[in-house]
């Protein structure tokens, strides 16, 4: 009987170990107040975004309310050039003509310019304060509301 | 810091056997690793979009955000003197369509898109409203094209109307509209503006670039669907808006002439007439009018030659109206003064050519007054003669003929006046009585302008000035004058027109207004035949004068074309009359002579009053007897009879 030797085997290697290595306490660490945190943190970020909300929702209101004034000035600038050319229109020396006569006026007669026999104060004259009197004031006939 | 222990690399083939510190720091590597490459590729990306690609991309953005609305400028408005308007501009709608929207369609991948209306039911819907009737919107509306005007510049109300009917395809925009709100008042001189308010014709061309401003731009940003975003980039520029024009036409006088005008063109049968009215001593055009005219607000249907300002584009003969200006340079000139006397005859014979007198009359010994009163072309040729050519070209250019005005009015004429060297052997007696030379209206006016501003020339002058933003009139330079004659010749010359109108033999006895004494001098002169040769029997009657004759404010210049009867002082003389009378009251110029007291002027003004009411009640009583009688309309032939037509009738023909 032979003998055949067995192939030696290999024996695990004794792993190492540190061998600085100490036991240590170890400290409870210091109880941090993590939930605080947290809501302190998601406060600051919703009050943040909720003033960049409002910020931007308040910059679109005003941009808003400057849009409608502006179309305000717009439409009362369209109004007002309207109302100038309705004015002119009105004022058309036709139109007025023929207003004239359908309301029974005549053209006017000869041109002719009045002496008055006291100067009005337009004219520089100082005005009367008595109390004007018919006969004294030539005037008077033609502004009364008896003519 | 403290190293940390080495460990022993195993030998080749040897398993490695690791520690838990070891595979975590190879994770980590591993970790680190895949995160800086991440980190380098959004890096680079971040280099070349916001370095490399930086203004592409910037581009790009602001195409897809950003729009740019155009703002049109408002134009400028055209005042006459007094403020009153002559031209503005006012806010219009604009209706248009997207025919897209009408006719189904299909996207890219094939997908049908089916129409979002019916045209016919949006024609239909459409009809009432805008001034078109449904078959012709639909038609539009079926055009294949992105864009049609429906309707453009119809009145606001109609475009808020439109856009509240909110019909798909359907778009109103606001775009200016220039209107005239006198109408045709003062037309041929103001001009108008194309459906673009660019000025085409008139003063609204010649001054459109002061006019018309500068548009301004309004960006804004705009989200993907179309939206402007309120809070987005909103940059405007201002439109600046045109500069307004005032004139120095009045609107009241521009009235009276133009209804003297027309009034005169039916009377008496003519084919056009012009105006001028100017202010002495500062060359205001107080009024400018043609007849036949137009309505700028309503083109389309008139004449285009309606449209042409006949005092500064037409020229004519000026016929007798020269008389005074060749008189007054020989009276300069020291050839004649008023006083001098000649013998006249009825007829003279000038290189072959006969002129003679309008009407026979024995040789007789007259002053040169007379010659003017009784406008002698005799008399006056042979003053012309001692003149000489040189001298009468010369005064008349200096008068203005010859050249446009200064006015730099579109199609102005600048007449025709030959060189004195290619005159021919009749050239100086025909020009001297006002044929063989030709004038604008407008060029006759300044000559007499001249003689009334004591000699001195000032060029024409229809704007006064220009208002900006500040409201200011800022008035354009007064034009410098040059002095053609002395005070003492226009003087003379001045009272020899005063005869000719209120002298016993003047041909103007009907361009007499009341309450003024008034210089001027009539004219009548064949036009010229169509082909350039000879002259044809038609006439143009002119009459050109001044009031108050001794301190003359105002020049009123008149011609009626081709008139029946055919002489100035019967049918331009009363026309220069009516609108003189307005011209000084609106220049609120005295009567001469003492005024009225209240009394007689309340007693004159009852009896004006009551001859109208008369006149009115006379009228009345016809108009019942012939419905009465069921005759022919009686009132008709009462104004058939207009007792001014039966004077002229009367008149002694000049």
Redesign the interface.
Known sequence: MSAITAPLRRTRPA?ER?GDRHLRVVEEPTPRHTLAYAIVMILVFAVAVFGAVSL?AL??GA??EA?ALDAHVTEA??VY??L??????L????RV?AAALELGM?P??????????RNLPADGAVPDTRTPDAAAD??KPLLSAER | MRRRPSVPRPARGTPVLRTGEQVAVRRIRWTLAIFAVLVLATTAKLVEIQVLDAADLAAVSERQRARTIELPATRGRIYDRDGDVLATSVQAATVYADPRAFRATETPDGLEVPAAAVAADVAAALAPILPQDAATLTERLEQDRHFVYLARQVPHEVGEEVRALGLPGIGVLVEPQRLYPAGPLAGQVVGFTDIDAEGLQGLESVYDTVLSGTPGTLLLERAPGGLDIASGVRELSPPEPGTDVVLSLDRDVQYVAELAAADALERFDAVGASIVVTEVGTGDILAMASSPGFDPNDRGDEDPSDRRNRAVTDVFEPGSTQKALTIAAAIEEGVVSPSTTRSVADSIRISGSTFTDSASHPTAQWTVTEIMERSSNVGTIEIAQELGPERLDAYLRSFGYGRPTALGFPGESGGLLRHHEDWWGTSLPTIAIGHGVAVSLLQLAQSYSTIANDGVALPPRLVRGTVGEDGRLTPVPSPAGERVISTTTAAAVRAMLEEAVHGERGTGGLAQVDSYRVAGKTGTARKPAEGGRGYSNDYIATFVGMAPADDPRVVVAVMIDEPRPIFGGLTAAPVFSEVMQAALVALRVPPEGAGDDLDSALQLAAEHAARIASAEVAAADAAARAVIEGGPGLVDGGEDSDPSEQAAGDADPP
């Open positions: 792993l540190p931007n910059a679109a941009s808003v849009r600038e369209r050039a309207q100038i050319a309705d004015v002119a229109a004022e058309d020396p036709a003509r005549v006017p007669g000869p041109v002719r310019h009045l002496s008055l026999e030539p005037l």
